[in-house]
């Protein structure tokens, strides 16, 4: 695959005279027209170094050719929006929260290397989603994780669980970002393929918003951070792009190992070169390396570039040309600077300990050159690298089993009858791995770095004050729902978007744009192709509706063991902004004689709902019902409650329905609750529906008149379901769980798996 | 004149600014110190702050201890400077020897991060006079080395000269000998102690503001 | 009793930020001429009864499959000759 | 160039909870007839040059005053005459 540099040198020029020497472009996991165009467009053969950078940029994992044609809908359906500084397609989309300040969030995911090696698979991915913030010139303040696993009792899960938290918590501590919410899920259809989603947030002021490219001829290219080795050689972004098979040890990658000590030195010494005014552009290297960044800064910016490949710092000096432009070691960044300020940016990152090499320089050509010891072995134009890869439009088609999977109707499945059998049904679910208290992994977790966490997990929303004086803060939360997905694709993807929407509501902040991550199984599987369809036109169409633009995201295929595919699994991550975190809403109980208020609409809407799976192990039917008005209603009467303390507590109401979210309120704040259904609620519906649109709220008697006023005169339904009181979970005349019961119940679940 | 407390940066250094915050909030002056700097800026007291200086990479304040700005604290802090080492901080003075012992990888083998009860068994330090003997407080614990260990003798010595500054109540989080969460110099001017005082010092960050009579206790100490 | 000794090194080619930073740290702390420092870690395994082939075959294998993570990093086997202590 | 190794291990009355951990899986992972085990770190330093006895000596200093923390844990030096890999 590699020319090793004592062997001969595919030069460009030696390109152009053998037209019929062999490629690897197949193992590089090309396909045929995909090699011929890289013939076209050079108008030649490409050399092995460009052969090199065109398959790992090409790949599904860096071109996003599947679902390019789809993703576009984020934009062109985007809602108008003050808010929005910096749009999809930047390394991170960058939010306006007010005062000044800029909030830039992204998710990522790191599926597959996270099942190869846990640990190194998940911390990784932690570091690569934090230097995308750092390179819009924001500084990283948290870190948010949702998960997905198969079955908790699954020996494997026992492999990779425990891995993937400790690598999250070894990462995220050791650079000093809180991981402060996400999301930990079960099911068996992610054995195979875990799903390991990593959200960064950063802050900023406006004036010091960022971009990548390279202008300015004569400009210095500067790479800074991590020597290069060997790492994910082979590779880890064409891994990502097919469908993974553990069994073959030829793509297994060479696993990267992260450094969060070198990543926290990088964010100390790029924060200190912007904050001097020393970048024109910067750009972090993630998958595919240097072939990216050189590429990415390259296209974006109005000249050429060009690099001298020998100088990059290496790790293994045994690296040839090829290998270099396609290693993928972690805790590296690239930067464009004035030739005048060069010294400067050296003298920081020698401050900071950090390697700086100047590679290379911004030409006034149009073409991306590369040299090796002085020999040209890379001669292309880099907008053909960087965004002109294949687009397919890959056939889809609504699987023959849908329809059947949606008559399954979960009306057909026993109800329980009784106090008892309500009581039972009540504990199991409050201990189902799933339901359960996750704090044996959240624990693993710093949430008090940096000082300003005001909520964090368990809350619906983790809260962050960004500003000392004024008390502005910003809220998240990320949601998805595999098993509506699989139900109905379009509203399964609404469905993540509306709770995390709702949870980001609930604290009390106003909801303003989103990232998401998109896992899916094979786009060459047209049944899978719908669902990604149906998935990305759901939440487009949601997000214009809701007003909260997609600021960027990440897909990620070929989810997918043999024939099976995960669940369609669209993550959504929601940020939210609060004038004065001091007014944020937290989700305890944690006074006596509140008044618990229930508001929304409850239907029987159980299909794909937790008590299905857990009671039933039963998956059909439809998902509840999405109503993006009552949302936005529900939000505004979240919003406005906090803002006028008119509430003590809320908590989203999601899987599990209400009952599950009662017991969380009063274990978090150690207090019980007396419940009387609404009239006309059958006390099985009240307690374990998932309609959607619905929070419960304490209430203060003081505020009581005030409160249900405004949600009269806003026509959002509420209903007086109870009062905080005691030390059990009482629903009246049916059954009483002690306290002590409810929380030992809910809180030894994941150790005695784990523990 | 207000009084000076320096916060180091060690490459790594997590809780510096959190550390600065606290003092300030306390009401004395926070002096940013570098570990590359030998000077200490003329400051009254130090704060070793948490985190992972140099990633912890071979023991947890090994590579730290020999900086430059830890040879003048060494020097200073055995004629009386107050210096207080949380987490990684205690970890440094105890790989210094201004501490005895050491700290370990947590008994159950994983980072812990909890709302942590301590009593306070000596009120007589620089650095929690603000406190009464045996009074219990409740700050953030959050480490993956904390275990103190130290040998017999070492222990019952601490014990016996009222060296034991904080214990772990409820529940010890990492298998500490004798549920010790901190320990003092005989001097009492040096203290260190795996909880984190400085993230409790505001009712919306912290679990409690139990965390100020850290920075409170110094500050009347220099004062008088 | 023996004692047999299981060595775990990263491989060549994976990265040893600890390593790094021991080396890092040596020259300030006036250590010339370390050119490379590689961390790894050494279990000192007990073993009831003499040491023959059989055990360590079956060290071996519990090296392969628990105390390394071969995705990573390579083993060495052997029966303790000198006692460190 | 020549391969100093450092083994570094805790004191045997220190307790070691890593170590402790792998005793107590071995069984479940059916291997038997293990009585205790400890886990310690070992260094592999290059030194350029040859091996002589005043670069052991210096190395053994290192280890006194920075590889391992004399306090709770014990270290030898030797210089590598079996490679692992
Ligand atoms: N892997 C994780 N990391 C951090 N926080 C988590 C993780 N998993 C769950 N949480 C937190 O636990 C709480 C409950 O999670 P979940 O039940 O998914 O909330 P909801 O259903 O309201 O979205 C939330 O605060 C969430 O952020
Ligand atoms: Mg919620």
Known sequence: MSTSPTRHLDTVKHAAGSPDAAQPWAELGLKREEYDRIREVLGRRPTGAELAMYSVMWSEHCSYKSSKVHLRQFGDKAPHSDALLVGIGEQAGVVDVGQGYAVTFKIESHNHPSYVEPYQGAATGVGGIVRDII????????????????????????????????????????????????????????????????????????????????????????????????????????????????????????????????????????????????????????????????????????????????????????????????????????????????????????????????????????????????????????????????????????????????????????????????????????????????????????????????????????????????????????????????????????????????????????????????????????????????????????????????????????????????????????????DDVARRTPMAFREEGLLLYLLGETRAEFGGSAWADVVHGHLGGLPPRVDLERERLLAEILVAASRDGMIDAAHDLSDGGLVQAVAESCVRGGRGARLVPPDGLDPFTFLFSESTARAVVAVPRSEELRFTDMCAARNQPAARIGVVDGDALELQGHFTIPLAELRETHERTLPALFG | MTTRVGVVTFPGSLDDRDAQRAVKLAGAEPVALWHGDKDLRQVDAVILPGGFSYGDYLRAGAIARFSPVMETIIEQARSGLPVLGICNGFQVLCESHLLPGALTRNDHLHFVCRDQRLRVENAATAWTSAYAAGQEITIPLKNGEGGYVADARTLDELEAEGRVVFRYLEVNPNGSRRDIAGVTNAAGNVVGLMPHPEHAVEELTGPSTDGLGFFTSVLKKLVS | MARVVVDVMLKPEILDPQGQAVQRALPRLGFEGVTDVRQGKRFELEVAGPVDESVLARVREMAETFLANTVIEDFHVHVEEEAIR
């Not at chain 1, 402060?180 to 195979?192: M, S």
């Not at chain 1, 004050?465 to 949601?479: F, K, M, S, V």
Request: overall charge negative; aromatic content about 6%; charged content about 20%.
């Open chain 1, 135 to 578: 390179a819009m010139g924001a500084r990283p303040i948290a870190v948010l994780d949702p998960l997905r696993f198969g079955a908790a009792d699954h020996p494997d899960t026992r492999r990779v669980l425990p891995g993937v938290v400790a690598g999250i918590g070894g990462y995220g501590n050791c650079l000093g970002l809180p991981t402060i919410g996400g999301e930990v899920v079960f099911d068996p259809c992610y054995q195979g393929n875990p799903l390991v989603n990593a959200l960064c947030v950063g802050v900023m002021r406006h004036e010091d918003i960022h971009l990548a490219k390279a202008s300015g001829v004569g400009n210095k290219v500067i790479l800074y951070g991590a020597r290069t080795g060997g790492d994910g050689i082979g590779g880890a972004s064409i891994l990502a792009s097919e469908t993974f098979d553990a069994a073959k040890p030829s793509k297994r990658p060479a696993v990267q190992v992260g450094d969060p000590f070198q990543e926290k030195l990088l964010i100390e010494c790029t924060l200190e070169v912007f904050a001097e005014g020393l970048v024109v552009g910067i750009q972090d290297l993630g998958a595919a390396g240097l072939s990216c960044a050189t590429s990415e800064l390259a296209s974006a910016g109005s000249g050429g570039m060009r690099v001298d490949l020998d100088r990059v710092p290496l790790r293994d000096p045994s690296l040839s040309p090829e290998e270099i432009l396609m290693s993928e070691s972690q805790e590296r960044m690239c930067a464009v600077v004035e030739p005048g300020k060069v010294e400067r940016f050296l003298e920081i990152c020698a401050k900071w300990d950090v390697i700086a090499t100047v590679i290379g320089e911004v030409t006034d050509g149009e073409r991306l050159e590369i040299f090796w010891h002085g020999e040209q072995i890379v001669d292309v134009p880099p907008r053909t690298v960087a965004h002109d890869g294949p687009v397919y439009e890959r056939p889809f088609a609504r699987p023959g089993w849908q329809d059947e999977l949606q008559a399954d109707d979960p009306a057909r499945l026993a109800r329980p009858s009784g106090g008892a059998e309500l009581r039972a049904q009540v504990l199991r679910l409050a201990g189902s791995p799933n339901q359960a208290a996750k704090s044996w992994i959240t624990d693993q977790y710093d949430r008090y770095v940096l000082g300003n966490t005001v909520l964090a997990q368990p809350e619906d929303g983790a809260v962050l004050r960004i500003d000392e004086e004024t008390g502005l803060g910003i809220a998240l939360a990320t949601d998805g729902n595999g098993r509506y997905a699989k139900l109905d694709p379009y509203a399964g993807a609404q469905l993540a978007l509306v709770e995390a929407y709702r949870n980001v509501a609930a604290t009390g902040a106003r909801p303003l744009a989103v990232t998401d991550c998109l896992n899916f199984g094979s786009p060459e599987d047209p049944a899978v192709m719908w669902q990604f369809a149906e998935a990305t036109r759901g939440l487009a169409d949601a997000c214009r509706v809701l007003g909260t633009p997609v600021t960027g995201g990440n897909v990620s295929l070929y989810n997918q063991t043999g024939e099976a595919a995960i669940h369609p699994t669209p993550v959504v991550g929601v940020l939210g902004v609060l």
